[in-house]
Nanobody
Framework: QVQLVGSGGGLVQPGGSLRLSCAAS????????MAWYRQAPGKEREWVAT??????YYRDSVKGRFTISRDNAKNTVYLQMNSLKPEDTAVYYC??????WGQGTQVTVSS
């Protein structure tokens, strides 16, 4: 089973940007659905974005600010996050085909 390692989180001021990476231990070429989720303190994990062969999808609150992409040659999925807001603060997790989870990476948006 593929293993996923998330990275790229950190502390950023409101309005700033971060790019999260999710590196897979094996080829992701055959993985149809890759996604990012997040979990804020005291809240349930929520879906953020999905990339699949037929398109990319985002939760309403991140549309126009976040972009999900994948590089099959590097076995990596990315989440570019721009215009970050304090409410984006959470631990971000990548997911493969709804089954495999990466370890989380903390994103904190604060002045």
């Amino acid at each position: 089973q593929v293993q996923l390692v998330g990275s790229g989180g950190g502390l950023v001021q409101p309005g700033g940007s971060l790019r999260l990476s999710c590196a897979a231990s094996d080829s992701i070429f055959s993985i149809n659905v890759m996604a990012w989720y997040r979990q804020a303190p005291g809240k349930e994990r929520e879906w953020v974005a999905t990339i699949r062969s037929i398109g990319r999808y985002y939760r309403d609150s991140v549309k126009g600010r976040f972009t999900i992409s994948r590089d099959n040659a590097k076995n990596t999925v990315y989440l570019q996050m721009n215009s970050l807001k304090p409410e984006d603060t959470a631990v971000y997790y990548c997911n493969a085909d709804g089954e495999v989870w990466g370890q989380g990476t903390q994103v904190t948006v604060s002045s």
